[in-house]
């Protein structure tokens, strides 16, 4: 509303889109996923991944107590087009750091689908905690794994090192600032 003359587009793409090449004037991403050549502002807290299943499927199948245990359970996982392939699992303990690559039994690219097949009994999803929240604490997902969860870097709005962001981007980035 403070800017009426500004029109914002928005593309979202799950890849590691070239803002330059593509034209954008910035782009958003996890802030572990920049460029070094980019200025960055975080616009969102640190974020933080869980495993997650509906509470019969862990009744049924049991309770992994560590990132290896997953290899004994059905695993709904999420191909992201950045890495081609299926995204591992990424757990951290007391500075102990593993990456899990599960066995899934069902397979997408989309977080709201892998949703949806954890609430349907699915198996285990590893989803960001921020979604699965409301559903853990109305029961109908179940969370485990939680000790090995980390957090790391959230969003952020980055752009090229240039020597003036346009007046527009400049209140895009203050009003999306994370305080």
């Known amino acids: 509303a403070a800017h009426p003359l500004v029109t914002v587009e928005v593309s979202v ?8 090449a593509e034209r954008f ?8 996923h920049l460029a070094q050549d980019m200025i960055a502002v975080a616009i969102s807290p640190p974020l933080r991944m869980a495993v997650v299943g ?3 499927y862990v009744e049924a199948h049991g309770t992994p107590q560590t990132p290896a245990d997953l ?16 995204a591992p699992w990424e757990f951290e303990k007391e500075g102990r750091v593993v ?3 599960v066995t899934p039994s069902f397979v ?31 029961g109908r997902l179940t969370s485990v794994l939680e000790d090995w969860c ?6 952020h709005l ?14 895009l980035v203050d009003l999306l600032r994370f305080r």
């Open 108 to 138: 997408n690219n989309s977080l709201h689908l892998g949703l949806a097949a954890a609430l349907d009994g699915m198996g285990l999803a590893w989803l960001p905690a921020d979604l699965i929240r409301p559903h853990v604490a109305e």
């Open 150 to 155: 980390p957090s790391f870097p959230g969003y």
């Open 158 to 171: 980055y752009y090229p090192n240039r020597a003036a962001p346009s007046s527009a981007l400049a209140a």
């Open 25 to 32: 004037d910035a782009g958003i991403r996890i802030g572990e």
């Open 54 to 56: 509906a509470p019969g």
């Open 71 to 86: 290899h004994a359970h059905r695993c709904i996982a999420l191909r992201l087009p950045r890495l081609g392939n299926i």
């Open 13 to 20: 793409d799950y890849g590691l889109t070239d803002i330059v």
């Open 99 to 101: 990456n899990v690559r």
